[in-house]
């Protein structure tokens, strides 16, 4: 839809007060000088164009070669491109290419998936060869290319184009996680194993590419980025640490014990948390508390933490687990209430929760209580949110990572072998 009718508005909205956003809205577009909302309501009532009215596909012919140069000016022109990460590749020569495709069994023209950056973008599709010209790029090896196509084949971005500097990861569970040897040990999250690094990074790499994505202003809008985007987090499940009763993550979400799985997940942060010392210790519980503000709550666990889980505080399933989180994790005042009375807000006071605003003014419990309570206290009110286990770590401590991140998709690996 190269004609789509949009109107500018100005950024930020968010944590703008109510009074300023209106403004915007019924001031003059700053790019083109005229009324926002005349522009909005011609753009909605205007009769369609010829030009807008025409269908089928954008097509947009590229050569398959660029010209032979060197290997530094040809480093230049896909770093210049917007081709690369901005560091160093592995140039996807015809000869490396052919040698990626060698890692699975479908022809080089099968078209894989389509992928975008957010709804409202226009999706890019892709075949095999293409998504294994990325994985030569990423410096990946042939026997990763399954992974990565499966990977690509879910559409899911890692650039996803919010103005939250969003996290990605990619989790691994099955037989292949071992073909391939990747890292479910001592730094499982770090710049220590080729499968891991390679996997991540060729999934940014398709997300630029492939997906219509990563470009600063255009169609990524973070305001301050994310160090993760590089590789993003990639990990595989440790599965032979789980303890008894406790399913791996592919298990959980349909798929049978020996089939090759990834999982893709996206969210508002990532943190090195700490340690879980004891029976009595609920660490988990309070990080969410504070930090659970969107999307999910996912957690990665050393499995020295899955057995005190198991062992100690009687959790015979990850969804025993999952289950005492997310009936027990409550709500902190200021993420409850929103914009609270005298400061106003984009939502106005009480946010949204303006009804119970209003009853707890006028004394209706527990709104009125809870209205009471000190700034940073946790109320009593259950967020409900999605919450992800996986088990990794090569266990030199009980400490575990998590973050607000919710799970997107999952996608078979062994279709792309």
Known sequence: MPLIRFAFVRHPVAYTPLADCRAA?????PVTGKPVLDEVIAGLTSPLT??????????????????PDTVDNLQNLFRDSGWTDYLPIILPTEQKVAEMLKGTSHMPDEPVGEMRPSSPHEAWSFDVRKVAINAVMAGAKPEFL???????????????TST???????AVNGPIRKEINMNMEIGAFGPFNHANATI?????LMSKNLGNGGVPGQNYMGSQGQGHSYTNLCLGEKEERLPPGWKPFHVQKGFKPEESVVSMFDGWNWSNVGGFESTKDRTIKRFFESNTQCCGATLVLDPLVADILYKELGYKTKEQFQDWLNKSVGTVKEDYWGAISGQGGA????????????Q?????EPFATWLKYPEGAVLPVSRNVQVNILVTGGETNPYWQGGSLRYIASASV????
């Open 164 to 170: 939250n500097s969003f996290t990605s990861m990619v």
């Open 50 to 67: 010829a030009e807008e009215k025409k269908t089928g596909f954008i097509e947009r012919p590229r050569d398959r070669f660029v010209k």
């Open 414 to 417: 062994d279709k792309w072998r």
């Open 25 to 29: 809205i019924m001031g003059k577009d």
């Open 200 to 204: 991540g990074r060729a999934w940014t």
């Open 146 to 160: 399954p992974v990565i196509l499966a990977i690509a084949s879910s559409g899911v971005t890692s650039l996803f």
């Open 347 to 358: 939502e106005g006071p009480g946010g949204r929760r303006a009804k119970e605003y209003e």
């Open 360 to 364: 707890a003014n006028a004394g209706v």
